[in-house]
């Protein structure tokens, strides 16, 4: 079982900068992985990571957004700078719960609750 709590979301003006953190407790999972979903729109992932530090962005935040761990504290971040408009969204944390051998495209088992995100232009 593994329980994810996010935090650090709020409101900025476009081109402003935000650092979400993702709390896990719990163990198993060798990838974590922040989504997002707009009002209106379907869920879609943002970036991820696996336990040697391998990561992945969607082209969208690609060179603006940069997930990263600290596996002492047993934490995920997810540095967003440069924030547009568009990126306004619920963001949500994820573990896979398991072992996979990509982190992209695969079924997540855990899910925080979310913290919004809003950018204002």
């Known amino acids: 079982q593994v329980h994810l709590v996010e935090s650090g979301g709020g409101s900025v003006q476009a081109g402003g900068s935000l650092k979400l953190s993702c709390a896990a407790s719990?163990?198993?999972?060798?990838?974590m992985a922040w989504f997002r979903q707009a009002p209106g729109k379907e869920r879609e992932g943002v970036a991820n990571?696996?336990?040697?530090?391998?990561?992945n962005y969607a082209d969208s935040v690609k060179g603006r957004f940069t997930i990263s761990q600290d596996n002492a504290k047993n934490t995920l971040y997810l540095q967003m700078n440069s924030l547009k408009p568009e990126d306004t969204a619920m963001y949500y944390c994820?573990?896979?719960?398991?072992?996979?051998?990509?982190?992209?495209?695969?079924?997540?088992?855990?899910w925080g609750q979310g913290t919004q995100v809003t950018v204002s232009s």
């Open positions: 719990g163990y198993g999972s060798n990838c």
């Open positions: 994820a573990a896979n719960g398991g072992w996979d051998f990509t982190c992209s495209r695969i079924t997540y088992r855990y």
């Open positions: 990571i696996d336990h040697h530090g391998n990561t």
